[in-house]
């Protein structure tokens, strides 16, 4: 990457493709940096610049070359194959990491013993629903989804009819089933092409797939 556009890069500010960090504080932290782009579409880790995108630079690559390897190694699961390049920025280095989007999703993360997905919302990495990292494992999983049109069914389509959108809560209380066994429901739905899931300020709903937003 040339210093121009580098500098464009940085002039866009963070986004869902692009991420800035002064420096790495923890694999962990960087980690849910990582598998939320690669979740999602992929995206650009900009190590060395702060969030008012003023740029600072890291003293050296090697200073954050051992947190960044184990970040993607280990602390990611399946581990991310990422593209690392070093600019030289104002007797400085900047380091650009390339984060593809993953063939096979979710990419967990692994931190204190537990395991997390991430998506990638706006300029912000968010801990993903059980409903989203479950339609993540559909996406790439190359089987096919089946449902069964039963009452339960029948009543959720009447409610969307009249309501247009329903979330995991609104139907499990419809339906008087746990929200376990809802979202499992509204998820197949989803992966047969039936429904779309949405989220919108921290809300997440599911409509008619013909339905507009």
Known sequence: MSPGDFQRLVNTGEGTYLEFKRTISSPEKVAREIAAFANTRGGILLIGVEDNRTVTGVESFWGEEPALEKALDYCCDPPVDAEIELLEWKNREVVIVRIPEAERKPVYVEADGKRAVFIRQKDKSVQASRETATLLRNETSGRGVTFRYGPNEQRLFRYL???????VREYADLVNISQRRAGRILVDLVSAGVLRHFT????????????PV
């Open 161 to 167: 009819a009249e309501y247009g959108r329903v979330t």
């Open 200 to 211: 919108q300020e921290k809300t997440e709903f599911f409509t008619h797939a013909t339905d």
